[in-house]
């Protein structure tokens, strides 16, 4: 495609129902040659445009097992990275915005996980003693790096499967980005808290001592989702004397004391499932990001459950917030224009070793 792109400047001050309906212009046009994919924490005036709508892994498989010719992700960059590891070398993922990343995937670089493996062979042999889990949350060179090391990828839903897999080749793991998703799993497993330390990237050795490290079977990378970290236990607390009768869901990437305060904890997927498979009538507090607790709240109203968020606080992925309806029409008009802007492109070295990673969870799950 040689089109000159149009400016993202005639699109800025577009009002959002204008935008509304040239979307829905522009994939018309595209036809099959487009899927737009929606994760559920997207924003509702462009999840509503979705073909696909799901979490970033489902969303990345079924795009490329579709016959689209280009694939425009509605999500973060390391989603559209792994859209792009796992699609055919024919498809194009685009993000229709930049800017639109996680801030926990960027609490792990691949400097920083390099520079504390070189720490570890200080203490440890680590590529003999050590497992690399990165989650899912994070950058195709950091996927990479674990399938250049023995490791493996997660996701919220498998991380216990995985860490138990990941102890059948080595006596220790380092987690990263996620501490909270990493300390939840290894407690599902028996591990006590005091054998699972923090691992702090901004200290040499990660502030840990060479005995801290030794007894350790999961290093957790200082790291965490900046919606979650909201909840807190009192909020839990609140709601039980407002509604005893009330139950409490929430995401792992929440805190160890919040996760333990509520009846049942799960990915995005298991929160949707149970709460659509739970009676008539019931009342639930949802800890995970705003946007998909008020498509929840809305979605079984009918039904008579009650679905409240967990903060007091307005407490939504901003980032992902950054794919609003004026960037989604400039990516599609360009598009139908004949031309790609925003294109998502892992390096051919990355993608390779990246995909080895994530093959070796889909054997496991």
Same mark, same amino acid.
């Given at each position: 495609?040689?089109?000159?792109?149009?400016?993202?400047?005639?699109?800025?001050?577009?009002?959002?129902?204008?935008?509304?309906?040239?979307?829905?212009?522009?994939?018309?046009?595209?036809? +099959?040659?487009?899927?737009?994919?929606?994760?559920?924490?997207?924003?509702?005036?462009?999840?509503?445009?979705?073909?696909?709508?799901?979490?970033?892994?489902?969303?990345?498989?079924?795009?490329?097992?579709?016959?689209?010719?280009?694939?425009?992700?509605?999500?973060?960059?390391?989603?559209?990275?792994?859209?792009?590891?796992?699609?055919?070398?024919?498809?194009?993922?685009?993000? &229709?915005?930049?800017?639109?990343?996680?801030?926990?995937?960027?609490?792990?670089?691949?400097? +920083?996980?390099?520079?504390?493996?070189?720490?570890?062979?200080?203490?440890?042999?680590?590529?003999?003693?050590?497992?690399?889990?990165? $989650?899912?949350?994070?950058?195709?060179?950091? +996927?990479?790096?674990?399938?250049?090391?023995?490791?493996?990828?997660?996701?919220?839903?498998?991380?216990?499967?995985?860490?138990?897999?990941?102890?059948?080749?080595?006596?220790?793991?380092?987690?990263?980005?996620?501490?909270?998703?990493?300390?939840?799993?290894?407690?599902?497993?028996?591990? &006590?808290?005091?054998?699972?330390?923090?691992?702090?990237?901004?200290?040499?050795?990660?502030?840990?001592?060479?005995?801290?490290?030794?007894?350790?079977?999961?290093?957790?990378?200082?790291?965490?989702?900046?919606?979650?970290?909201?909840?807190?236990?009192?909020?839990?607390?609140?709601?039980?004397?407002?509604?005893?009768?009330?139950?409490?869901?929430?995401?792992?990437?929440?805190?160890?004391?919040?996760?333990?305060?509520?009846? $049942?904890?799960?990915?995005?997927?298991?929160?949707?499932?149970?709460?659509?498979?739970?009676?008539?009538?019931?009342?639930?507090?949802?800890?995970?990001?705003?946007?998909?607790?008020?498509?929840?709240?809305?979605?079984? +109203?009918?039904?008579?459950?009650?679905?409240?968020?967990?903060? &007091?606080?307005?407490?939504?992925?901003?980032?992902?917030?950054?794919?609003? &309806?004026?960037?989604?029409?400039?990516?599609?008009?360009?598009?139908?224009?004949?031309?790609?802007?925003?294109?998502?492109?892992?390096?051919?070295?990355?993608?390779?070793?990246?995909?080895?990673?994530?093959?070796?969870?889909?054997?496991?799950?």
């Amino acid at each position: 495609m040689r089109a000159e792109a149009i400016e993202f400047e005639n699109f800025d001050h577009m009002q959002d129902e204008a935008c509304a309906q040239r979307i829905e212009t522009a994939k018309k046009t595209l036809g +099959k040659q487009v899927v737009l994919l929606a994760h559920h924490y997207q924003r509702a005036d462009v999840y509503r445009h979705a073909d696909l709508t799901g979490d970033s892994l489902k969303l990345a498989y079924q795009a490329a097992q579709t016959d689209a010719d280009y694939l425009v992700f509605c999500g973060v960059h390391f989603m559209a990275e792994v859209a792009d590891i796992l699609s055919s070398d024919e498809q194009t993922v685009i993000l &229709p915005d930049m800017a639109a990343g996680c801030s926990m995937a960027d609490m792990a670089s691949l400097t +920083k996980v390099e520079r504390a493996w070189r720490e570890l062979a200080e203490v440890l042999s680590p590529d003999e003693t050590v497992t690399p889990v990165t $989650y899912i949350n994070s950058a195709a060179d950091l +996927k990479a790096f674990c399938g250049e090391h023995g490791g493996i990828v997660c996701t919220s839903s498998n991380a216990g499967k995985i860490l138990e897999w990941s102890f059948q080749q080595r006596e220790k793991v380092l987690f990263f980005p996620d501490q909270h998703l990493g300390r939840w799993s290894g407690y599902q497993l028996g591990i &006590p808290l005091d054998e699972m330390a923090v691992w702090d990237f901004d200290e040499p050795m990660g502030g840990l001592t060479p005995e801290q490290i030794k007894r350790a079977k999961i290093l957790l990378w200082k790291g965490h989702c900046s919606v979650h970290q909201m909840f807190q236990p009192q909020h839990i607390l609140r709601f039980r004397n407002q509604h005893p009768d009330g139950i409490v869901i929430s995401h792992p990437e929440c805190s160890f004391e919040v996760c333990s305060a509520s009846d $049942y904890v799960g990915s995005t997927e298991y929160i949707i499932k149970t709460i659509a498979a739970a009676e008539e009538g019931t009342r639930w507090l949802v800890g995970t990001e705003l946007n998909l607790v008020s498509r929840i709240a809305e979605e079984f +109203k009918s039904q008579n459950k009650i679905v409240q968020f967990m903060s &007091p606080l307005v407490c939504m992925c901003s980032t992902m917030a950054r794919i609003d &309806p004026q960037h989604l029409t400039w990516a599609l008009e360009n598009l139908a224009n004949g031309t790609v802007v925003n294109r998502i492109q892992v390096p051919q070295t990355d993608a390779g070793l990246a995909k080895l990673a994530l093959e070796r969870m889909l054997s496991i799950s």
